[in-house]
T-cell receptor
């Protein structure tokens, strides 16, 4: 089944404790992206990757890191999480850029206390 | 960069009535306009999209219209049903190689 898989689905952590949210797609998509969703603010892009070893900042990249060492994986890294990073995170992929629309993962609800 | 405005932020309609959600965009080079539906606790899913070479596209009870001159596009849902209740997001991009920019979403409630 074609899908984008995110893990974990839920995570509660403490301020400053490094964490990684994994994202993997099995559709051979070139483009992958991370969004955060907050009430009243919609979906805001954190980082995106047009292909392996190519990553770019989105609208809200501060406090996040990403890597794209393989086509299928695009992990989101929070080196020192803070409470303002409490949010619902979505990974998305597409064949090439926005063409054809995105396939979203199931989401990761992160709480930083 | 692109900016997408979406209205209204909330919309309540009676079952069977029509619902219309409107979006405006700022970048005249944008040429791809998808709509996503997000049910409560679920991921956003693409429901319909339109490209700038057409003015309207329909798929059963949903339709999208595009006015490139005015830089706005709209989602129309006819004969609404309770299962249409969700948050709807519009988005825009150009060339297909630029990221989608999303509107802030519209929470649609269909009252039985």
């Amino acid at each position: 089944e074609a899908q984008v898989t995110q893990n974990p689905r839920y995570l509660i952590t403490v301020t400053g404790k490094k964490l990684t949210v994994t994202c993997s797609q099995n559709m051979n998509h070139e483009y992958m992206s991370w969004y955060r969703q907050d009430p009243g603010l919609g979906l805001r892009q954190i980082y995106y990757s047009m292909n392996v070893e190519v990553t770019d900042k989105g609208d809200v990249p501060e406090g996040y890191k990403v890597s794209r060492k393989e086509k299928r994986n695009f992990p989101l890294i929070l080196e020192s999480p803070s409470p303002n990073q409490t949010s619902l995170y979505f990974c998305a992929s597409s064949l090439s850029g926005a063409r054809g629309g995105y396939t979203f993962g199931s989401g990761t609800r992160l709480t930083v206390v | 960069g692109e900016n997408v405005e979406q209205h209204p932020s909330t919309l309540s309609v009676q079952e069977g009535d029509s619902a219309v959600i409107k979006c405006t965009y700022s970048d005249s080079a944008s040429n791809y306009f998808p709509w996503y539906k997000q049910e409560l606790g679920k991921r956003p899913q693409l429901i319909i999209d339109i490209r700038s070479n057409v003015g309207e596209k329909k798929d059963q009870r949903i339709a999208v219209t595009l006015n490139k001159t005015a830089k706005h596009f709209s989602l129309h849902i006819t004969e609404t049903q309770p299962e249409d209740s969700a948050v709807y997001f519009c988005a825009a991009s150009h060339s297909g190689n630029t990221p989608l920019v999303f509107g802030k979403g519209t929470r649609l409630s269909v009252i039985a």
